[in-house]
């Protein structure tokens, strides 16, 4: 009876240790992504959401990822650009604010696409493959956080997207390494948790208390 627990918790104990460096290869790669820029002649530009001020000016991390989406528009590699994020048809949306400041930065409107509605960046996959779809679109830029690029790389290709990826900076070195630590972490635990949720792993509490940790929600 000992020897079998023993041989039970040996088991366990190698799954656990497979697991864990399973998810430090993930974090690994993350990191490693984001450092790279990946930008390729393309349909799209896709802006990823961001917080909007209470003025209804683009936060920080929104400005940057629509000043870096505008260079590489300028620069020819992709004619539209789309911007994701936020309550469909909100004029304080991150998809509608990032659309009129790329406009301001002189991208013609007719070029500036909405993906509206979403909240996640699963949602914004999928609302931006439903607008290349209608367009009949099929690669894209994808324009973000460097070290939120590796999941939405993953989330828009699994979207039917054909996706690379343009980092606001490649000088993750900029990141505090503790900061940095806890972003790849995070990132890591956020594709565990969409994996395993596709895959009827989780209970709806369970998954709610995940998402409290991945993503720091209230």
């Not at 629509?66 to 650009?81: E, F, K, M, R, S």
């Not at 304080?92 to 993906?115: D, E």
Request: glycine fraction near 10%.
């Amino acid at each position: 009876m000992k020897r079998a627990l023993r041989l039970i918790l040996r088991g366990l104990g190698l799954v656990l240790l497979v697991a864990l460096l399973t998810f430090a290869i993930l974090a690994w790669q993350i990191d490693q992504l984001g450092r790279r820029d990946d930008a390729r002649p393309a349909d799209t530009i896709v802006v990823l959401g961001a917080r909007v001020n209470a003025d209804g000016q683009p936060g920080s991390d929104l400005t940057s990822r629509t000043y870096h989406a505008v260079d590489l528009w300028q620069a020819g590699l992709a004619p539209n650009i789309i911007c994701t994020g936020g309550f469909h048809d909100e004029p304080l949306s991150a998809a509608a604010v990032c659309k009129r400041f790329a406009v301001r930065l002189g991208v013609p409107a007719g070029q500036v696409w909405l993906a509206d509605g979403t909240s996640d960046t699963v949602g914004d996959a999928q609302a931006t493959a439903a607008v290349m779809a209608g367009h009949g679109w099929r690669t894209a830029i994808l324009v973000s956080h460097p070290l939120h690029l590796y999941r939405a790389r993953w989330l828009f290709r699994r979207a039917g997207v054909e996706a690379v990826t343009s980092p606001t900076t490649t000088d993750t070195s900029r990141i505090h390494p503790l900061l940095r630590l806890w972003y790849a972490t995070r990132e890591a635990g956020a594709i565990a948790i969409t994996a395993m949720d596709g895959w009827g792993w989780f209970p709806p509490a369970w998954k709610a208390r995940l998402q409290t940790w991945s993503y720091g929600l209230p």
